[in-house]
């Protein structure tokens, strides 16, 4: 049985620096929120990409420093290390690990090579995985202590050789992610396989023993019929960003896509949670629906995952953001047309003609279960995954990176998220393709939305720099009348 969604028909308005326009083609000259801090982070650095959509996470905070990862100009794996009492950066380069090495020259190009860390505070440790689309896995770790006993000086010997994650696991790696429990245990997954026919495997790390152990190799099974893509036999599922809520529970939101070809096969938001760290998953209703200690999986057919119907030729983008809310909540960030578009020749792509049909959406889940939808909320081209964060009094805040700068949409809790208004958060000299994850503790914590971009607006010559905002400042710029 399926979800009934709610759409709430809202407004959308230009606050202080926004624009009503969907879609212009150039917008005037306004005022923007501006930095609280900018910290210059390296430049130049890699120029075709450094962020991507599923780099959960990119920048990770623990003590007085903040940590981030990244290429560098020469395709060298870095690690930078921002002290937060002083601004002061340092660096330690990889060079065992480049970007691409020994594989065709196309590949240095192609923007799924993301790097991420995660963090296990219980033996001090700093985590990293990069460089893979359908590869083998490339994860490190630094020493025990690095993080609970920082050294005065980074260096190359403050980090272990390249090792397996567990002996045996799935290869033919993509889109590796790392995320925290709430008792700061590390979680880690990956895709194995490919967009029309993957797998997702799923670990916890054990910081008592400093190793992994595996929860499923096989979380989401790619078998099933799916008639309204051509009876099509496979599949992968996408996931956006993996995270638990205050109480423990582990909440998960997918689309699935039926053919690596084109996100026109994308179809649907799905929903699942898990109350014992990945093992069993429950659907919308909290029904059973996959044991993974009985090598259950979750897969097509299983009942009460699809809370919102999305058609193929909706062209429903794939992996966005989640945040949670104050009452272990999920919200969804994402992008796709309102009604379906099938062009007469099938690419990878829509037509760019029609691209102006996409909107972002806001869909999220009551404490009974029921989900909703936001009206559309414009999207500027060329088009963009967006983020989303929730403040402290459940105000959502939707950003994203466009030719302009960075861009936010931000609605209220009581409004039931309604009424949304549109802000500048930075001008042009600051961008990145798709919106970059933010550091999830300063955000908790301190209350600081902070997160890289480039600091050069797209030049040729690209850098990276941490952004930093005060919350309190957005938001009541955001709502200033």
Same mark, same amino acid.
């Given at each position: ?97 480049? =970007? ?48 609970? !006993? ?41 895709? +194995? ?64 896509? !039926?053919?690596?070809? +084109? ?36 897969? =097509? ?7 919102? !119907? ?66 559309? =909320? ?97 938001? !009541? ?5």
């Amino acid at each position: 049985m399926r979800t009934e969604i709610t759409v709430f028909l809202g407004s959308v308005s230009a606050v202080l620096w926004g624009s009503m326009l969907h879609h212009a083609a150039a917008e005037p000259k306004l005022p923007v929120l501006g930095t609280d801090r900018v910290v210059i982070v390296e430049q130049p650095v890699w120029t075709s990409f450094n962020w991507a959509s599923f780099d959960q996470d990119k920048i990770v905070s623990w003590g007085d420093y903040q940590y981030t990862i990244y290429w560098g100009a020469d395709r060298v794996l870095t690690v930078a290390r921002r002290c937060l009492t002083s601004d002061a950066v340092q660096r330690v380069r990889l060079d065992d690990h480049v =970007l691409a090495a020994g594989q065709p020259e196309q590949n240095r190009y192609d923007g799924h090579r993301n790097t991420v860390v995660g963090i296990s505070p219980g033996d001090g440790r700093l985590h990293l995985a990069w460089d893979h689309h359908g590869d083998d896995l490339n994860y490190a770790r630094s020493r025990a202590g690095l993080l609970t !006993e920082p050294p005065e000086r980074l260096s190359k010997t403050d980090f272990e050789p390249q090792q397996a994650v567990v002996p045996g696991a799935p290869q033919q790696v993509t889109y590796p992610r790392f995320f925290n429990g709430p008792d700061e245990t590390l979680y880690f997954f990956y895709r +194995s396989g490919g967009s029309g026919a993957g797998n997702i495997a799923l670990f916890q790390y054990d910081s008592d023993r400093g190793r992994w152990d595996i929860i499923s190799d096989r979380l989401f099974g790619l078998e099933g019929v799916y008639p309204a893509w051509n009876n099509s036999p496979s599949r992968n599922a996408y996931m956006h960003d993996l995270l638990f809520d205050a109480d423990g529970r582990l909440h998960i939101t997918w689309v699935y896509r !039926e053919a690596g070809r +084109s996100w026109a096969s994308n179809h649907d938001l799905h929903y699942a949670f898990s109350d014992d760290r990945g093992r069993n998953w429950k659907n919308n209703a909290g029904v059973p629906i996959a044991d993974t200690r009985l090598g259950q999986r979750i897969v =097509l057919d299983s009942p009460g995952i699809v809370v919102c !119907e999305i058609p193929v030729f909706s062209w429903l983008m794939n992996q966005c953001a989640m945040t949670m809310d104050s009452n272990n909540q999920p919200h969804v960030a994402t992008y796709h047309m309102a009604e379906p578009f099938r062009p007469e020749v099938l690419q990878h792509n829509p037509p760019l003609d029609e691209q102006h049909r996409l909107n972002y959406y806001h869909y999220w889940r009551d404490p009974q279960g029921g989900w909703h939808r936001s009206q559309p =909320l414009p999207m500027p081209l060329p088009r963009r995954r967006p983020m989303i964060i929730a403040a402290p009094d459940d105000t959502m805040i939707i950003y994203f990176s466009t030719n302009e700068g960075f861009q936010a949409h931000v609605a209220r809790a009581a409004d039931r998220w309604s009424q949304w208004k549109t802000m500048h958060l930075t001008g042009p000299e600051f961008t990145c393709h798709d919106a970059t994850k933010p550091d999830r503790r300063r955000l908790r914590d301190r209350n600081i939305l902070s997160f890289t971009a480039d600091p050069n607006g797209g030049k040729p010559e690209r850098g990276i720099a941490i952004l930093d905002f005060r919350l309190e400042r957005l938001l !009541e710029a955001a709502w200033r009348d």
